[in-house]
């Protein structure tokens, strides 16, 4: 007797309602836009509602369905508010996040404050409004939390970043292990440096642009393009088995 063929999971997210913070340009809207293209309803949040508008419009001109809602994500009850009044979703991509890179000597309170409150707090509080929508309508789903390659090995002069990355990755460890039960997956999406606006002032310096490419094994820095089959993987079936786990898109820097 042949034996039987596996199948392979699918990919596709049709059906599915997806929601991306931070969804008005960069990483974000780029992973919006591959989530849209696997066949998600996407909705984008962001603070600036002409620039999450802008951003759902263009995805809605390639094919996509997307909506944009302003919503800061620092503000939990606007967090609950529009979390409540949406469709519930079945995947999020917390990926609102701030960098405020300075020497630690040199590092101020607010400058904490912002990155923490950002980075760690905020996505905290919307993975809880998100799983709470899941759990009452009863829907397995997939939590995708935007990290770094920071959250597993640090660089001189971001401190406070790269503190908010391991929490994170330890965030993330411990959402997979309280909401398997619910069938609710949770992982970390963990790039190396990415040219977006928010890297650019960063970049322009030659010598740190140097130093970066030294450390990045395969020789370039990353596009948004290429984390955005690892964002799909994570929100599919095609990870089924997968929670509490990193997977680094990283050019190679981590490995050694």
């Avoid at 049709?14 to 974000?28: Q, S």
């Avoid at 996407?42 to 509602?49: D, E, F, H, I, N």
């Avoid at 509080?125 to 597993?152: T, W």
Wanted: hydrophobic share 45%; with cysteine; charged share 20%.
């Amino acid at each position: 007797m042949q034996p039987q063929v596996p199948i392979t999971p699918s990919f596709r997210l049709d059906g599915r309602h997806a929601i991306v913070t931070g969804g008005g340009r960069g990483i974000g809207f780029a992973l919006a836009a591959a989530l849209a293209q696997a066949g998600a309803r996407v909705t984008l949040w962001a603070r600036s509602p002409d620039e999450i508008e802008d951003a759902a419009a263009t995805i809605r001109a390639h094919g996509g369905a997307a909506q944009g809602r302003a919503v800061d994500v620092r503000d939990g009850n606007a967090v609950r508010e529009a979390m409540d009044a949406a469709e519930p979703c079945d995947i999020l991509v917390n990926n609102a996040g701030t960098n405020r890179p300075r020497p630690f000597v040199d590092a101020t309170e607010e400058e904490f404050d912002t990155v923490m409150g950002l980075n760690v707090r905020a996505a905290y509080f919307v993975a809880q409004a998100a799983a709470r929508r899941m759990i009452s309508a009863g829907r397995a789903g997939a939590i995708v939390n935007v990290s770094s390659q920071a959250g597993h090995v640090a660089a001189a002069g971001r401190s406070a970043y790269t503190i908010s990355k391991f929490a994170v990755e330890g965030m993330t460890k411990s959402l997979a292990v309280e909401l398997a039960p619910r069938g609710i997956r949770v992982n970390s999406l963990c790039p190396t440096f990415i040219e977006t606006e928010m890297t650019r002032p960063a970049l322009s310096d030659p010598a740190f642009r140097d130093f970066v490419l030294s450390r990045i094994r395969l020789g370039r820095l990353g596009r948004v393009e290429d984390l955005m089959g690892a964002a799909v993987f994570l929100a599919s079936d095609a990870s089924a088995l997968m929670t509490g786990s990193s997977l680094m898109v990283d050019g190679g820097w981590t490995a050694g």
